[in-house]
Antibody, heavy 120, light 110 residues
């Protein structure tokens, strides 16, 4: 059974860089059938797509975050990484890694999420 | 402010039907049929219940149905059950290779 587990610091200072890792088990991030990426969740805004990559190494990002975000793959470790630079309080959220079934246009597997607080 | 607009709450009694709307624009919901709906119970990850406007993944009861008209998509839950009480989010593909979500609707089963 596919499992996605997020990890990383739960507290980041304003203006610094947020870095998270998602470890995938029970499936390979090298599969052609899926994209892999991140979605964040806040009580006020709901869900927000951050970005994902495909098996060919192409990346796709939310235009509103594109200048600050990088999503990448470590295929040897079957992990997905997220970096978000110059964070502010608006970046406080529950960050989920997720698998996207691109043929049908939906996220079919999600991690439980990791809560990130931005505070000095 | 979310890209797609959903009512913050909806409610119904057991056995009744409830419909949740999701309003976008001609650049997302109105243009593409990649509209999906997710159900999220407290403390759990979102789970897809509708994709491509009106298709159900395997295992999702046919009490859940989706539709779209113009820039507005809708999710209908028929024969409400206690376990349907959850947060529901819509999502759509949008221009510039973007995925947009709604702010969520809290469904209460009275």
């Amino acid at each position: 059974q596919l499992q996605l587990q997020e990890s990383g610091p739960g507290l980041v200072k304003p203006s610094e860089t947020l870095s998270l890792i998602c470890t995938v088990s029970g499936g390979s991030i090298s599969s052609d059938a899926y994209y892999w990426g991140w979605v964040r969740q806040t009580p006020g805004k709901g869900l927000e797509w951050i970005g994902y990559f495909d098996n060919g190494g192409s990346t796709y990002y939310n235009p509103s975050l594109q200048s600050r975000v990088t999503v990448s793959a470590d295929k040897s470790s079957n992990q997905i990484a997220l970096t978000l630079t110059s964070v502010t309080a608006a970046d406080m959220a529950l960050y989920h890694c997720a698998r996207h079934r691109w043929t049908y246009g939906y996220f079919d597997s999600w991690g439980q999420g990791i809560l990130v607080t931005v505070s000095s | 402010q979310s890209a797609l607009t959903q009512p913050p709450s909806a409610s119904g009694s057991p056995g009744q039907s409830v419909t949740i709307s999701c309003t976008g624009t001609s650049s997302d919901v109105g243009r593409y049929n990649y509209v999906s709906w997710y159900q999220q119970h407290p403390g759990s990850a979102p789970k897809v219940i509708i994709y491509e406007v009106n298709k159900r993944p395997s295992g999702v009861p046919d009490r859940f149905s989706g539709s779209k008209s113009g820039n507005t998509a809708s999710l209908t839950v028929s024969g409400l059950q206690a376990d349907d009480e959850a947060e529901y989010y819509c999502s759509s593909y949008g221009d510039r290779n973007n995925w947009v979500f709604g702010g969520g609707t809290k469904l209460t089963v009275l």
